[in-house]
Every structure is written in structure tokens, then in C-alpha cells.
């Protein structure tokens, strides 16, 4: 037993690639995808600062680069399919937590079992720094399926994603770093001519009227 197992996994979440089973044109692997998503955390982290919210900012690092290390035991599961089911979500959480427990008491000698406990346990939670990480999380799925939509595939889900994405990132919308998203981000990522543009244009605006936000996208040209 030592820190050999768990340093060993870490290039394991290398070979985990994020949606699997559909064609995509750019593979993202989870690794890839923690260290997206931490930057993307310290970037919201830092607007919520500069709009006078205190950060807890070594809690923020290790939500987000802990975030999805669970996903070393079960792979990573497509979104649709993760929230189309409250229970299974809920069933494959605790799967996860089970199975990172477990891990925990085999690999982690015990005077760090406590502390890994908590680094890897669920993120995602009513503070600050678990409203950032659910926030980042979104933004990086938001820009893996943008970014096979601009290359015109065909497979409809990543239109589907875009959607969840945008949809679970408005559930903040009072964060100001969420009000920097919209007003600043969004509309830059949207903006340039790419297959399907209209209609992705028009598919936000819904989202956000949904979310009684009133917000229209110029087209270029």
C-alpha cells in the first residue's frame, strides 16, 4: 500500500475518453477535461472576487481538479443519458462514492484517508466554490460539443449537450461570473460563421428566454 496506486491512475484518466461511442472529430480525455475545467474555475473564481465575493480558493483548486476522478472506475457516462433519470443519476453517484471508498481504503495509506476522503468526494455543493465548479464544468462540456457542432457533425447529441450545458449554467445565473458568461463569452462563441450557426443562435436565445433572460445574437454578414 502507498501513494504508488493513486499516482498510477492519474495516466489512467488519460485513456478515459469523455462521450464515448459517437463520432467525434476532437477526442477530449477526462484529464484533459480537469485541467479545463480548473482554469476555467480560476477565471470565474476570479470575477466572483473582483465583484467583492470571498473565494475559498484552495477549496475551488480541489474541487476542480478532483472533480472527476471517480470516473476512473465507471468511465465517463454521456450526459443525456447521466440526467435524463434523476435515479439513475443518484445510483451511479453512489456507485462512484462507493467505489472511490474503497479505493481510498486500499491504496491510501491511512494518515492521508481522511484528507482524500474529502478531495474526492462529491464538489458540487450549495458553496461558492461548488457553484464555480458546476458552472466551469458546463462551460467546458459547452465548448467540447460547440466545438463539434462547428465542425459540422451530425450526430444530434452534441446539440443536446449544448443545450444541458447552457441550461445547467443558467441555474447560476446570479452569479456575476455567470453574468460575465452571458454578456461577454457567449456571445464571442457564437459570433463567425460555422455550420448551423442560425439555428445554434436561435437555440440559445430560447434557453435564455426560458430563463427570463432577453438576449438576441447578431449574425455576422
Known amino acids: 500500500m502507498g501513494m504508488h496506486a493513486y499516482f498510477k491512475s492519474l495516466s489512467d484518466l488519460e485513456k478515459i475518453y469523455r462521450c464515448p461511442g459517437k ?3 476532437e477526442e477530449h480525455s477526462v484529464a ?10 480560476q477565471f470565474l473564481g476570479t470575477v466572483e472576487e ?6 475559498n480558493w484552495k477549496a475551488l483548486y480541489e474541487k476542480a481538479l478532483n472533480h472527476d476522478y471517480s470516473e476512473i472506475f465507471i468511465g465517463d457516462i454521456k450526459t443525456p443519458v447521466k440526467y435524463a433519470d434523476p435515479d439513475l443519476r443518484e445510483r451511479l453517484a453512489h456507485v462512484e462514492e462507493t467505489m472511490t471508498h474503497h479505493f481510498i481504503e486500499e491504496e491510501i495509506p491511512e494518515q492521508f484517508r481522511a484528507i482524500y476522503y474529502d478531495r474526492l468526494k462529491e464538489g458540487k455543493d450549495g458553496t461558492l466554490e461548488g457553484k464555480i465548479l458546476s458552472v466551469a ?3 467546458d462540456l459547452l465548448y467540447e460539443s460547440f466545438g463539434e457542432i462547428q ?7 452534441f446539440t443536446e449537450i449544448y443545450q444541458e450545458s447552457l441550461d445547467t449554467i443558467l441555474e447560476f445565473k446570479e ?3 455567470v453574468q460575465y458568461f452571458l454578456t461577454e ?3 464571442d462563441l457564437l459570433s463567425g460563421e460555422f455550420t448551423n450557426q442560425e439555428e445554434l443562435e436561435k437555440l440559445s436565445e430560447k434557453i435564455l ?10 449574425l455576422d454578414g
Open 209 to 218: 428566454k426560458r430563463h427570463k433572460i432577453e438576449q438576441t445574437f447578431a
Open 137 to 139: 464544468d458546463k462551460v
Open 23 to 25: 463520432f467525434k472529430y
Open 151 to 157: 465542425k459540422g457533425n451530425p450526430e444530434r447529441l
Open 175 to 177: 452569479l456575476a461570473s
Open 185 to 187: 463569452i457567449l456571445p
Open 32 to 41: 484533459e477535461h480537469s485541467f479545463k475545467v480548473t482554469k476555467i474555475a
Open 50 to 55: 473582483l465583484n467583492g465575493n470571498e473565494v
